[in-house]
DNA sequence: GGCTGGCACTCGGACGGACAGAGTGCCAGG
DNA sequence: CCTGGCACTCTGTCCGTCCGAGTGCCAGCC
């Protein structure tokens, strides 16, 4: 267990070298934050924090940096989650107000995140498999064919086209909407199957085929979970880190373009509450040096997608971890109003 | 007016500069190229160009690299189109075939531009300005609020919400949807406007009000030219660079961003036919060392958006014009096919 | 026992001079 | 008009030196 002072020890540790981007030494730590001993006293707690492996020097004779180990205790015990200001607050949910649809209030949140936290934002759409069917549209285009249009809650619209087996005539295919809607409309999508299984029955029998094929459209279109899709802004911030750069840079962009990848990674992330994952802690080698700080959004108390940033491990994590529960915070608002 | 043989020399400095990202010298020229004559002959000819503006030294006793003017020279002189192979144009057929849907369609092509040039492509969604509409659904979500679905031919979708001023019953919804489409189906956007404008003469003054807001609604969804997207891939590729680094990267990333800039940009890209802008001919100052190669595609014989890449002014012209003018054809067919 | 000052040691980064190599411009001769 | 030769310039690199920052350890003090 460590001592008192050691955490502090550390936390000054964090926070300078957060600030300042190198490795930072025993004497400038006693100089910056006041904790009362001598800097031979700080090297001793030093030498105890490398030994269990939350710091460690770049080459003998430098300062110390801490290690994912190390920011992983400073997320967990140390730092706070560091409020919004009301001016900020303000100015978020102001930008958030203008969003005209659903596209708009993604980019917009995007934006906004890369701009607060100064770091890549990645921005989930509102998934389907969370959300409630608004209405279900059937428009006949041919004889045999049928375009299924599914209006979701949070304002998504998804199409498909549906051949038929078999000519489908207009009125059957109102009575078909009519009864569709009146069964989901307004429900949840993960209750839909349910719903529907029965539907079928109550027509004739040569227009089952149709609306058995409409059904498992409708149903593929809600389980489809690889329709969800992402937006990713910020990426020139990566470039604030001249550091390292090709290599940490590239490997990166390369991550942001899976996105395959990061909707994994934020599927992987708790469903409450916000999650950060800290370098190595990160499954996908790519973002190995990067830390990705996530939480759940939605309309109502219930997070219908995620939301986060992707930085270096050493960022501010008190700062980010406060602009991203905020945005998410109030996008959900613009949510539940739309 | 420049021999035959300067023109001769440019092209070989062009040739291996992209190749090699070095300044190329006299000697190294005569020994890769044969061009016939001496180094001292060709230093007298590069003194030549190096007058005219075609090429330039970054330091005494250095080689030369060509300047934008030189580039411009050789694309619209020198360098042909390289053609793909046939192995190359099957699988890019085969690649975009395998898409489902239009996003699919979008998010492949990048894919391909960006791994086909290695470098940055950019897709703009086929614009609804210059396609025709397949169908306009109208959905009564509440009984003074409706739904507006506009379908384009492209596999677009867009919908919007409309508020009228009064009640509007299902079955005058039903009428106007009818009356609608039976005006507006397959025609283009732009004939959209005067094809319409008499509609509202039809109803009863008292659902007028509705229809008018409807009409307007739909007109506003066909010019609103900020609705224009794009997608990005291949920023990895930035990163192929490592000379001048940050300095060049940030702007790009940036200028990546901004959508609205990129959409002006291939607009004002000519409208048929490949262009080719060469670093500072680039309006967006932070694209002036880059180049960006674009073409328009569609379904068909015209051209329905644009699509192209960005990379730095020192890039394989033939070969990126090349793979940007196969691509962009290939998208048109699966378009037109779909 | 824990804190402190002192001391020797290590290492990386900056500075500066020397050097080699590449490339140029110019000139006289073919 | 082309060519070979020559003097010149500049860059990038290598190497040795030096300085400062930071460490670990130890003996002494509270």
Redesign the interface.
């Known amino acids: 267990m460590l001592s008192e002072r050691r955490l502090q020890v550390l936390r000054a540790i964090v926070q300078d070298y957060v600030g300042t981007e190198e490795p930072v030494g025993s004497k400038a730590l006693t100089e910056r934050h006041n904790l009362g001993v001598s800097p031979a006293t700080v090297r001793n707690d030093m030498a105890a924090l490398e030994d269990e492996g939350f710091i460690a020097q770049p080459h003998t004779s430098a300062g110390r940096i801490p290690t994912d180990k190390g920011y992983r205790l400073f997320v967990d015990k140390l730092a706070g989650v560091k409020p919004m200001t009301a001016p900020e607050r303000r100015a978020i949910q102001n930008f958030l107000e203008g969003a005209v ?1 659903l ?1 708009d209030v993604v980019a917009r949140t995007v934006r906004l995140l890369a701009q607060l936290t100064r770091q890549v934002a990645v921005v989930q759409y509102p998934s389907l498999t969370r959300s409630t069917v ?2 279900v ?1 059937l ?1 006949s ?1 041919a004889p045999a064919r049928v ?1 299924l ?1 599914l ?1 979701t809650d949070t304002g998504r ?1 998804e ?2 086209m549906v051949d038929c087996p078999a000519p489908f005539g207009e009125t059957s295919l109102a009575d078909l909407r009519a009864r569709l809607n009146s069964r989901v409309a307004g429900r949840r999508f993960s209750d839909v199957p349910r719903l529907v299984e029965d539907l079928p029955e109550g027509f004739d029998v040569e227009d089952r085929g149709t609306v058995q094929a409409v059904l498992s459209t409708l149903l593929e279109t809600l389980v489809e979970e690889n329709e969800e ?1 992402l937006m990713i ?4 911030n ?2 604030r880190f ?1 550091h390292d ?2 290599l940490t ?3 990166v ?2 991550a ?2 899976e996105h395959v990848v990061l909707l994994k990674l934020l599927g992987e992330a708790g469903d409450s509450g916000m999650t950060v994952r800290i370098g190595h802690e990160n499954a996908y080698e790519g973002l190995n040096s990067t830390s990705v700080v996530s939480v759940g959004y939605g309309s109502g108390g219930e997070a219908v997608a995620k939301l986060g940033v992707v930085g270096p491990t050493r960022m501010d994590y008190p700062g980010t971890m406060g602009a991203v529960r905020a945005v998410a915070r109030y996008v959900g608002q613009i949510l539940a109003e739309s």
């Open positions: 649809d596209d608004r209405h549209e428009l285009l375009m249009v209006i619209v199409q498909r899709r802004g910020g990426t020139a990566l470039t001249p750069f090709p840079i590239r490997p962009l390369e942001l373009e």
